[in-house]
C-alpha cells in the first residue's frame, strides 16, 4: 500500500504528460521482485471520456499473443480510471521475467513504453545432512535452494564458532537458470554430545541471512546405531517363549516316551494273562499225556485212578507255573 501511495504523485504527472504528449506510458520503466511476490505493472494514458470503452491488453515480449487470465490464473487486468490501468502478477516464478508491454484501444490507440521484471530467487530454505564415517567423524552438507543471481556466500560456525579449516563450497547453473550450491564442513575428530554446528548464507534476495543448525546428539552411537529398547524387549519376550515352549515340548516327548515304556512294562508283566503263549515242546507233550489219560479214562476208569495216585504229590512252584501256561 506503501508503494501505491508513493507513485500516486507519479502517475499523476504521467498522466498530465500523456494527455498533453498523447502517448502511453508505463511507470517505473523497471522492477525486482523475489519469486513468491506480488508484482503491479501500470500503464498511464490520454483521458478517455467514457471509461468503459477503454480497452487494454497486455503481452510479454518474446510472446506473440495477449496476456490472458486462462491460461494463467496468477494474472489480473484491470482499468482503474479513465486514464490508467493495471496488471497484477501474483507468486511470481523465475519464468516470468521479462518486459511487459500495454495495448490501448478505444478513443485513442497506442503501444506502452514497457516495464522491464527482474526476478531473483532466494536460496531459503537451507537443508543440512550429517554424516558419521565408521571412525566417529563428521562430515556436514549444507544444501541451498535454487537462486538467482549466482553470488551467495556460506558460513560455518561450531558452537558460535566461526569455521574455516575443513570447508568445501560449490555452486553450479541448472537447465531452468537458476543456481545451487553445496557446502562441505569436514570434523576430523568425533564431535561431543550437544555440539552445535550453523550453516549461514548471505544472498542479495535475503534482509537477514537465513539459517540452519543441526546439534550432534550422542555421537557416539550416531556412528554405530543402535535399535530402539522395546526392540531388545520383544527379542528377550520371544526367546523366553520360544525357550518354554521347547521345554513343553521336551517335557511332553519325555512323557511320552516313560508312558510308553511302563505301557511295554505292564505288558511284559501280564502277558501271560492278555495274549496267549504258543506252547513248548514238553507243554504239547503234556497235553497228549492228558488227552490220553481222559481216553483211557473212558475206557478204564480203574486204571486211570492208578496213574493218578502214582503221580507226585509235590510240585515246584516254577513247574506249577509252567503248567497253568500249559492249562
Not at 490464473?73 to 500495454?102: M, T
Not at 569455521?163 to 531452468?176: C, D, L, P, R, Y
Amino acid at each position: 500500500m506503501s508503494g501505491s501511495t508513493h507513485l500516486q504523485p507519479i502517475l499523476i504527472l504521467a498522466l498530465s504528460c500523456t494527455v498533453v504528449a498523447g502517448k502511453v506510458v508505463q511507470l517505473p520503466p523497471k522492477k525486482n521482485a523475489t519469486t513468491g511476490q506480488t508484482v503491479t505493472f501500470h500503464c498511464s494514458f490520454p483521458l478517455f471520456r467514457d471509461k468503459y470503452k477503454i480497452v487494454v491488453r497486455w503481452w510479454k515480449g518474446g510472446e506473440q499473443e495477449f496476456l490472458n487470465s486462462q491460461h494463467d490464473p496468477r494474472r489480473s487486468f484491470r482499468v482503474e480510471s479513465k486514464a490508467s490501468a493495471i496488471l497484477r502478477l501474483q507468486k511470481v516464478r523465475f519464468g516470468d521475467a521479462g518486459v511487459y508491454y500495454c495495448r490501448v484501444e478505444g478513443e485513442f490507440t497506442g503501444n506502452g513504453t514497457g516495464t522491464q521484471l527482474d526476478v531473483s530467487a532466494s536460496p531459503h530454505p537451507l537443508t543440512i545432512l550429517p554424516n558419521f564415517s565408521a571412525n566417529g567423524s563428521l562430515t556436514c552438507l549444507c544444501k541451498t535452494s535454487e537462486f538467482y543471481p549466482a553470488d551467495v556466500t556460506i558460513v560455518w560456525h561450531k558452537d558460535g564458532q566461526k569455521v574455516t579449516a575443513g570447508v568445501k563450497t560449490s555452486s553450479e547453473k541448472n537447465a531452468k537458470g537458476l543456481y545451487e550450491a553445496s557446502s562441505y564442513l569436514e570434523e576430523p575428530q568425533p564431535p561431543q554430545s550437544g555440539t552445535v554446528f550453523i550453516c549461514e548464507v548471505y544472498h542479495s534476495t535475503l534482509k537477514v541471512p537465513t539459517w540452519v543448525n543441526y546439534t550432534v546428539r550422542f555421537a557416539e552411537n550416531e556412528s554405530n546405531p543402535t535399535f530402539p529398547w522395546w526392540i531388545y524387549l520383544c527379542g528377550a519376550i520371544a526367546l523366553l517363549l520360544l525357550i518354554i515352549a521347547l521345554a513343553l515340548c521336551c517335557k511332553f516327548c519325555c512323557c511320552k516316551k516313560s508312558k510308553a515304556h511302563g505301557n511295554n512294562i505292564r505288558m511284559k508283566q501280564c502277558v501271560r494273562c492278555s495274549e496267549p503263549i504258543t506252547q513248548n515242546p514238553k507243554c504239547k507233550e503234556q497235553g497228549v499225556k492228558k488227552d490220553n489219560i481222559q481216553m483211557l479214562s473212558q475206557r478204564n476208569p480203574g486204571r486211570v485212578e492208578k496213574v493218578n495216585e502214582t503221580a507226585p504229590k509235590h510240585k515246584e512252584h516254577r513247574k506249577r507255573d509252567r503248567d497253568a501256561m500249559c492249562a
